[in-house]
């Protein structure tokens, strides 16, 4: 092995589960819509920002995984190689225009996103109209493992297509809020996460074994967890929870994780396109993302 990326990648390698048992129903969705999903409209539209892809490559890819071809979007910059990369995991409503914006958002940084469709398998939860439906009917049947794996296939998709996978990060929001600290204690590529408004815990069940608060002692790269202190769906003693079992453990990447509370913060207040944005935590959030990519060598 001629380089510490080497090695980190045999480890990781190493560390990887076999594959899930395939299911022969293959992929019900094959590739990405337009559009926002059915279940946030009508869009706010003085809010939802626009991000153009002038200077970019920008697209639905088809990302190779142990059963077939998932659907993603990838953007980076249209010149240059070897981008660092950062994987983009959506909301409950899939990829949709609002992830595919902000992996044009991190484009123009000079970074390649991909937001994986990993919610292919059990369905497509940008056709529903309520939100208790896309919970029910394609949510729920989605197993933490499988979301690792297709998560591993995109690193791998990336550092054969002009990624630097030496240079990983990972983002997600709501639903891709907890995932991104369940990857972050996955991979050990991981150099680091920003969680936005993940649930922290849970019960556990078959399909969501284990929850971040789980695994402050297992992450293997530093997460920073932006939340928000008016957020129904995740109590704020669970943050400090969260905080406590951070600044507790005997993992270095615990200990160098963080998170950040804005007291008067709804869930979702990054999504630009829905109600629930504010502007000042958002934007203040993403400079804070930004900064904690760069810090940690992403």
């Given at each position: 092995?001629?380089?510490?990326?080497?090695?980190?990648?045999?480890?990781?390698?190493?560390?990887?589960?076999?594959?899930?048992p395939v299911d022969r129903r293959g992929f019900l969705v094959t590739a990405l819509g337009a559009g926002f999903a059915l279940a946030v409209q009508p869009v706010m539209a003085q809010t939802a920002i626009t991000t153009d892809g002038e200077g970019l490559t920008a697209g639905e890819i088809q990302v190779p995984t142990a059963d077939g071809g998932m659907p993603a979007y990838r953007a980076?910059?249209?010149r240059g190689a070897n981008f660092p990369v950062i994987l983009v995991v959506q909301e409950i409503f899939g990829v949709h225009e609002h992830i595919k914006d902000i992996c044009r958002r991190l484009a123009k940084l000079g970074y390649q996103a991909i937001a994986p469709e990993l919610y292919a398998r059990q369905g497509d939860p940008r056709q529903y109209t309520a939100i208790p439906d896309i919970l029910a009917k394609v949510v729920s049947k989605v197993p933490d493992s499988q979301v690792m794996a297709d998560l591993d296939a995109c690193v791998a998709w990336a550092r054969a297509n002009g990624g630097d996978s030496g240079r990983l990060g990972i983002t997600g929001f709501c639903w891709g809020g907890r995932i991104a600290w369940l990857y972050a204690a996955h991979n050990p590529g991981v150099k680091a996460g920003v969680a936005w408004y993940g649930r922290l815990?849970?019960?556990?069940s078959e399909m969501t074994p284990r929850h971040p608060l789980d695994l402050a002692g297992a992450l293997k790269g530093p997460v920073l967890g932006l939340y928000g202190g008016q957020d129904g769906g995740i109590p704020n003693d669970t943050v400090e929870k969260m905080r406590k079992a951070l600044a507790e453990s005997a993992n270095p990447a615990g200990k160098a994780s963080a998170i950040h509370l804005y007291p008067n913060a709804p869930h979702a207040f990054h999504a630009d396109y829905r109600p629930?944005?504010?502007?000042?935590?958002?934007?203040?959030?993403?400079?804070r993302m930004r900064e904690w990519f760069t810090k940690h060598g992403v």
């Open positions: 092995m001629n380089s510490p990326t080497d090695y980190l990648q045999a480890e990781f390698e190493s560390l990887v589960p076999p594959p899930l980076q910059p249209a815990t849970s019960p556990a629930s944005y504010r502007k000042e935590e958002a934007e203040d959030g993403w400079k």
